[in-house]
Each structure stands twice: as C-alpha cells, then as structure tokens.
C-alpha cells in the first residue's frame, strides 16, 4: 500500500505537562503501550522512515507526550511509555495523572492505539489504560507486536484471547497481529487510521454544518 497517510508528516511538539498541551484542534490518535513493547518501532514501520523514535527516544522526552503532525489539522501522539521497573513514585504519580487526564479529557482524541508484546498481552497497566479509556467510549485498536518472536498457532491463540477480553468487559475495540521485523499487519493498521481519521473528520463537518452555523470547534466527537 502507497502510505500516503504519512507522506507529510513531522514532528510538531513535546509536552510534559497537561497545561502546555497544544490548543485542541483537528483530530489526534493516541498511541500507548508499556515501555520496550515496540510503540517507536510500530510507529516507524507505519511511518516508514525512522525520524520519529528517535525524536521519541531523545533522553528527556521518554516521560513526554510527542505529537506528530500528518500535514493539515491530523495528530499522532505518542503517549510516554509506562511499566519500567524501578520508577520512582514521583514519576510514576506525574505519569498516571498526565495519561488520565489526556486520555479521558482531550475532546480532539479519537481513537487509542495500544500497543502490546504479543507474549505478554493485557498487563495490569494495560488494563489500567483500557478502562480510562473505555469511560469516554472511544475506540481502542490494539496492535500485538513482535509477532514474528511467536508461531503462528500461537500468535492467533493471542489474537482470540485478547479479541475475546474486550468482548467479555464491553471495550470498544479491534485487535490485529503486527510486526515491525516483517511489516505484518502494517496494511491493516493503516487503513485503520486511515478510517479513524476520515470518520472523525466526517463527525467534525457534520458537528459544524448541523444547524448552518459553523462552531467554533468540535465538542464531543464519537465515533461513528
Ligand atoms: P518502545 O519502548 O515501546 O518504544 O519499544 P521499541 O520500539 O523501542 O522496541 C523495543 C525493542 O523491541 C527494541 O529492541 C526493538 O528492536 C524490538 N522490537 C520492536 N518491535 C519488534 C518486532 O516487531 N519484532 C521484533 N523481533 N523486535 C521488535
């Protein structure tokens, strides 16, 4: 697939607290995931370029939320990583305030990415992050990374649990297998962005041409 989705994109800023957050805008996708899971790399193969881990990675913008413009009014927001081992409790209370808030509070978050080692899924701070985020009835899409490490057999007996887990505590939500070693999944993680993006925007007009006047700026988004 010619990835036209990313063909503009670039770094736009980095925020470390929810006071400097950009002016909400447009349409943003989160993406989320426990630290070594393989977000910068998932990021990356979808991108297909190498620019934004690093920027990610830069030390000092770890604990950071990232935001990467896709040309005009579109976000990515890579999400700070979270499960080290030996965080301090400071950090660790900076952290869950800063997704908290983001992930239950920013009108202009469509959607959430949560990325996952397709050997260790649904880790209790994942499930920490599914039910912040499943208050506001958005959209997860969970990528299972590093499925080139499982067989195959096993990579699709994840898939069921995890597609079953979302099901079982009523989680708005799709799952796929992904690669960043061998691009698995990276089609189908696209269009899925691609379609988050279209229908956010849809909801966006629809909001600002509903009684012929044109708001200010979006309230409420849901996904169609
Ligand atoms: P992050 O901390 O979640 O951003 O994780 P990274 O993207 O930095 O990945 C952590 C480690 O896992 C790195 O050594 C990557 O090379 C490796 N990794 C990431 N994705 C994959 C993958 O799909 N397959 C394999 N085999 N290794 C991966």
């Not at 005009?72 to 800063?98: C, M, N, S």
């Not at 997704?99 to 260790?120: A, C, K, N, P």
């Amino acid at each position: 697939m010619t990835n036209a989705l990313f063909s503009k994109a670039e770094f736009y800023t980095t925020v470390n607290q929810l006071r400097d957050l950009p002016k909400e805008s447009g349409v943003e996708i989160a993406f989320a995931g426990r630290s070594n899971a393989g977000k910068s790399s998932a990021i990356n193969t979808l991108a297909g370029r190498g620019r934004f881990a690093f920027v990610s990675k830069t030390p000092g913008r770890t604990q950071h939320i990232n935001f990467f413009q896709l040309g005009a009014r579109r976000f990515i927001v890579d999400l700070p990583g979270y499960g080290y081992a030996k965080v301090p409790l400071a950090i660790r209370q900076h952290w869950t305030e800063l997704l908290s808030q983001y992930l239950q509070t920013r009108e202009t978050l469509f959607g959430m990415v949560l990325i996952m080692d397709i050997r260790h899924p649904i880790m209790p701070l994942d499930v920490q992050m599914l039910e912040w985020f499943a208050l506001t009835r958005k959209p997860v899409h969970i990528l299972l990374s590093k499925a080139d490490k499982l067989s195959r057999s096993k990579a699709v007996e994840t898939l069921r649990y995890v597609s079953s887990y979302l099901v079982a505590h009523q989680i708005t939500g799709s799952v796929q297998i992904f690669s960043s070693m061998t691009s698995e999944g990276k089609d189908e993680a696209i269009l899925l962005l691609k379609n988050w993006l279209e229908s956010a925007e849809q909801a966006l007009q629809t909001t600002s041409t509903e009684s012929g006047q044109k708001k200010p700026r979006s309230k409420g988004i849901k996904p169609g």
